[in-house]
Structures are given as C-alpha cells and as structure tokens.
C-alpha cells in the first residue's frame, strides 16, 4: 500500500499545487484531498487526474471550521484507511482584509520596508464573523477544527515502528504581538489571522512535545507570498496588477515573493521528502524564490525568545472532568502553571506557561 497523504484545503491555491507535486513525485501516493465543498473538489481531483491519469485520488469532504464536519470526515478516514503517512493542515481564511494604507506609507520610508514586505506585519486587518458552533471563525478553521482533526486521526498517525508528519500552512504573519492568552480566539482584535497562525506554531511545537515519542512529528512552514484567493481577497485585483511588477523586483531584495502556488508550495513538498526526526521542531520552514527564480526551502527559528514561551498542549479529556460549559465558548481556566481552555465540555487545551 502507498503512502496515505490527507491535505485540507486541496481544491485551490497552495494546497492543490501541493498536490499537483506530490503525485508528479510519487505516483502511488493515496491523496485525500480535504475539501469543504464538493463541487471544487471534483474539479480539482479532475485536473489533477489529468495530468497523473493513474493516481490515486479521493475526496473527503471536510469544513474544518465545523465541530460536526471533522469529527464525521475523521471517522470515514479512520474507515477507509488503516494508516496516515502526511497530514497537512493546509486550509486557512483571512476574511474581509482591510490594508493600512497609512502604515504602509509610513513603512515605505522606514528602514523596516523589506520586513513588511515580507511579513505584511501591521499592514492588514479582518473582519471576523462566528461559525455555526459560535466559535470565531478565523480561529475556528485555521487552527481549532485542524487541532481537532490532529486529535480524532491519532490511531492512524501513532502506528508502532512507523513515523508520520503533521504539516501545519502557518506565516510569517503570525505575531506574537496578536495573540492574547486571555482571548485565543481573538474576540476583541482586529487581527485574527496573523493570531490564529501564532497559535499554530506554538501548537506545533506542543504536538511535538506530546507525540514525537510516538513517531508523530509536526512542522510549521511558510509559503511566502502567494498570490491565491486569499491574497486576491486583499486588494482588487487591478492594482495587483498594477504592483505586479513592483513585486517581481521586490523578490531581488526578499526571496519571500514566492508568487505562484507551485513555488509557495515548495517547502510543504520538501517536508515531505525529509526524515521527519531530522527536523528542528523550533523551526518554520519558508518557501523561497530567488531573484532568478529558483526555489528553495529555509529553516528560520520561530519567534520564541524574549518573552514567554507558550506550549499549548491540547489534550482530550472526558466530559465530566470539566463542569458546566457554554455551547461556543472557548473559556480559559486558570489552573497554575497550566490554562485549560474548553469546548464543549469534551475538548480542552492545557497551556503551560514556562519562563
Ligand atoms: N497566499 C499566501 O500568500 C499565503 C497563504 N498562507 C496560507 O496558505 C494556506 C492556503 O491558502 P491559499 O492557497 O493561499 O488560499 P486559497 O484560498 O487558494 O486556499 C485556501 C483553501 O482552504 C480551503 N478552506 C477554507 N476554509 C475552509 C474550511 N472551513 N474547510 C475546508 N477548507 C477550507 C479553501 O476552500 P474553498 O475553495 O472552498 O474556499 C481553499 O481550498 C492558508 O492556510 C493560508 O493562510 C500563508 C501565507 C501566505
Ligand atoms: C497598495 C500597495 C501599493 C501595496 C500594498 C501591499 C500589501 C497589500 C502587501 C505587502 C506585503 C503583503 C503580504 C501579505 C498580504 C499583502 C501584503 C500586505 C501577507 C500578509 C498575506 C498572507 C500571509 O500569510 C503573509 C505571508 C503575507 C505577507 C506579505
């Protein structure tokens, strides 16, 4: 049997040339593409099957922004295969982004203009709505719904003798500077994206922690910027074309300008390739492309010194050890040195606070 590879968001963007690469490389690849709407993903598995007629490529459908939704695709995976080699946690949103115009002018003329460049830092902000659970959205789908698949798929992942990869589609957008430990959900900001995908590489590294004992290594990477849906999202599409050419210059000064899905998928396909125990579990692996256009993948430290270092360390626990809990609230116990957020009464973080 094949590698199994599970990638959520597999219809568009990033994931589907994640994809499109995989199966270029290794044609008796099991792909399950995790997609929210059906529609999409047949056209995806269709073109994918296009150009690899002999691949093997199912579908399972999947809206990591519902409870529901992951725990029903969780279980006909655990149903259709006895192992899972890839685990990529792909699928992410930045709703309603709104660009600072003022502090992009103002960081034009800073010394820090390639920073912003590369990491959009200060320069965006959302709107966030709620999901049906009652849970905010952004958190929801790019972190909490993915958490929770990492937590329903473990006896495929954790197999004894063998090792497997959870592959997180993190950012360096991600800002520790977003996320607040008394609202992880990012209730009361305007910057849940950059927030959502700080919580991912510090949970990350907790799955590390908690698992690597078991063969499960997890990574973070960035696929630099891409220009998708997500990004199409952000400004109308006519003045990306206008900068368009400003941007291919900007990738002589920031290799981070990867620009096309292939490339931005460049370090997911080369996470694939590794030994996962020759990882750096403190690393974030970027996708590069050069000035000349070659791709490459970077490891960078994640953004961890300096101030606390926060390990979430997500567990499931059984209803009746917590008490009353509202339906879509996240809430935080205070239990030193550990927070315990829950949901549901059923799913719970533990947060360790380290000095
Ligand atoms: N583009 C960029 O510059 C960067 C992107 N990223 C990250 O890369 C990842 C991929 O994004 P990208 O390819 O750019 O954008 P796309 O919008 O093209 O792809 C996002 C994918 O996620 C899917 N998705 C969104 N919400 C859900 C959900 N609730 N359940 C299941 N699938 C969902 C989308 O499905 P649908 O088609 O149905 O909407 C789509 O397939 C994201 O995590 C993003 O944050 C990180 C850094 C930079
Ligand atoms: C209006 C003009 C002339 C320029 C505006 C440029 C910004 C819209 C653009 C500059 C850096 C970009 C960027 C991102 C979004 C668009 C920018 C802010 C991201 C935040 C997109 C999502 C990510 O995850 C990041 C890696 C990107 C970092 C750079």
Request: hydrophobic residues 40%; charged residues 15%.
């Amino acid at each position: 049997m094949g590698k199994v590879v599970l990638v959520t968001g597999a219809n568009s963007g990033i994931g589907l040339a994640l994809c499109e690469r995989l199966l270029s490389h290794d044609a008796q690849l099991q792909l399950c593409l995790g997609c929210r709407n059906m529609q999409r993903a047949e056209a995806a598995k269709h073109a994918l099957l296009v150009s690899h007629p002999k691949a093997q490529v199912s579908i399972i459908q999947l809206d990591v922004s519902s409870v529901h939704s992951v725990l029903r695709a969780a279980q006909e995976i655990r149903h259709r295969y006895n192992r899972l080699d890839y685990l990529y946690l792909n699928a992410g949103i930045m709703p309603n982004p709104h660009v600072d115009y003022k502090a992009f002018y103002k960081g034009l003329f800073s010394g820090r203009a390639i920073h912003m460049f590369s990491t959009g830092e200060g320069l965006l902000t959302q709107k966030d709505t709620l999901t049906s659970d009652g849970l905010q959205k952004v958190f929801a789908t790019n972190l909490f719904g993915h958490f929770l698949l990492v937590r329903e798929l473990e006896p495929l992942l954790c197999r004894p003798g063998c090792s497997s990869q959870v592959i997180w589609t993190s950012s360096s957008n991600a800002q520790r500077s977003a996320f607040c430990l008394d609202d992880i959900q990012h209730k009361g900001g305007v910057e849940p994206y950059s927030s959502s995908k700080y919580a991912s590489d510090l949970l990350s590294l907790a799955l590390n922690r908690r698992y690597n004992s078991q063969g499960v290594y997890s990574s973070v990477i960035c696929p630099g910027l891409v220009m998708t849906n997500l990004t199409y999202g952000i400004l109308p599409s006519f003045l990306w074309t206008l900068i368009m050419p400003l941007m291919w210059l900007l990738r002589m000064f920031t290799n981070t300008f990867t620009l096309m899905p292939y490339n931005g998928a460049e370090a997911l396909f080369w996470l694939f390739m590794q030994k996962p125990e020759t990882l750096d579990p403190l690393a974030k692996y970027h996708s590069l492309t050069s000035g000349l256009g070659n791709n490459y993948t970077q490891p960078r430290k994640v953004s961890t010194d300096n101030y606390v270092i926060l390990t979430l360390c997500l567990q499931k626990i059984s209803p009746d050890l917590l008490n009353s809990s509202s339906q879509g609230d996240i809430s935080l116990l205070f239990d030193e040195p550990y927070l315990i957020c829950k949901y549901e009464g059923y799913f719970y973080a533990q947060i360790k606070l380290e000095s």
